[in-house]
């Protein structure tokens, strides 16, 4: 049996780690080496899309109802609200590397031109994934159906994520549970790496 919840501090590490094991190695193109610490104070910072306001983890529920570790997370919030927090982020990500930020800033911009097809009311899940030791028991469908409800729950009347376009085991995870192929999407980092995604959405 699962569980969701709103993540607490001690959650940082597990969350970060979970995020950068939904990624492809475009997290880590766009922010370097340090990529999971920062994650982690991003997690901290209110107005950001990887602030815990915007996360749900998942646990088991262990005999005589205590909660077990976390072993899934997920990260997603209204297109709207992440447009609303650019400048936030920005300073967040200026007060993280201090002036080297703007050797940053066109490869985030080419990064953040992807959710230019999306609706303003669209709930984006931009990371979901459950630790590998975990997977194929149920948790990460449970995890997905908590993101849809919390979706639901925002006024978004879809929700929308991108996924690997060579990750065959995910897109047939994503459309056994509903979702359908919207585009394609490809982001262009230059001497950092070109990735490639299939937009999926599912009517909520």
């Known amino acids: 049996m699962y569980a969701v919840y709103s993540p607490n501090p001690a959650d940082a590490g597990v969350i970060s780690e979970l995020i950068l094991q939904s990624d492809c190695g475009m997290l880590t193109a766009l922010f370097g080496a340090r990529v999971q610490d920062l994650l ?3 997690l901290d910072r209110r107005d950001n899309p990887y602030s815990s306001s915007h996360a749900l983890v998942v646990t088991e529920v262990l005999a005589g109802e205590a909660r077990g570790p976390a072993i899934g997370a997920m990260v997603g919030a209204l297109v709207s609200t992440t447009r609303a927090a650019d400048l936030r ?11 080297a930020v703007i050797a940053r800033l066109p490869r985030l911009a080419r990064a ?5 097809g999306l609706r303003r009311n669209d709930f984006y899940l931009s990371n979901i994934a ?3 030791a975990q997977r194929g028991r149920g948790a990460g469908a449970f995890l997905l159906r908590a993101a849809e409800h919390r979706a639901r729950g925002a006024g978004a009347p879809r ?11 995910a897109r047939a995870f994503y459309f ?8 394609e999407v490809g982001i262009d980092l230059g001497r950092h790496g070109v990735f490639s995604f299939l937009r999926l959405a599912r009517m909520l």
């Open 89 to 99: 982020t920005a300073a967040h990500l200026a007060r993280w590397y201090g002036p």
């Open 112 to 116: 953040g031109a992807a959710l230019e």
């Open 40 to 42: 982690r104070w991003l």
């Open 176 to 183: 056994r549970m509903g979702y359908a192929r919207e585009s």
């Open 130 to 132: 459950v630790l590998p």
């Open 159 to 169: 929700l929308v994520l991108d996924v690997e376009a060579h990750n065959d085991g």
